[in-house]
């Protein structure tokens, strides 16, 4: 069983500022890419930010130079920090994992608010 739990979601006013976290346990020993998606309402899940085991990270379009990807991998830990957030970044956010054996894992997200 692997669990995933994201934290670090809110209400923030347009130009400010969260840091989301991801927390990974269970029977897992080793995982390749962690992730961040993003949904919004009636829409599917579309990827924010990724980052690779050797540290490698992509961005979407949207968000590239205000937010950033990391990781701890000894803590099992993945990070994204959000900066100059809009009112167009409201959405729940999701942590993703995929392990060596290319299974996919998800939290069960987090709601963040940008009010204008």
């Known amino acids: 069983q692997v669990q995933l739990v994201e934290s670090g979601g809110g209400l923030v006013q347009a130009g400010g500022s969260l840091r989301l976290s991801c927390a990974v346990s269970?029977?897992?020993?080793?995982?390749?890419?962690m992730g961040w998606y993003r949904q919004y309402p009636g829409k599917q899940r579309e990827l924010v930010a990724g980052?690779?085991?050797?540290?490698?990270?992509n961005y979407a379009d949207s968000v590239k130079g205000r937010f950033t990807i990391s990781r701890e991998s000894a803590k099992n830990m993945v990070y994204l920090r959000m900066n100059s957030l809009k009112p167009e970044d409201t959405a729940v956010y999701y942590c993703?994992?995929?392990?060596?054996?290319?299974?996919?894992?998800w939290g069960q997200g987090t709601q963040v608010t940008v009010s204008s």
């Open positions: 993703n994992i995929e392990s060596p054996l290319g299974h996919f894992y």
């Open positions: 980052i690779t085991r050797g540290g490698t990270t």
């Open positions: 269970g029977s897992i020993f080793k995982i390749n890419t």
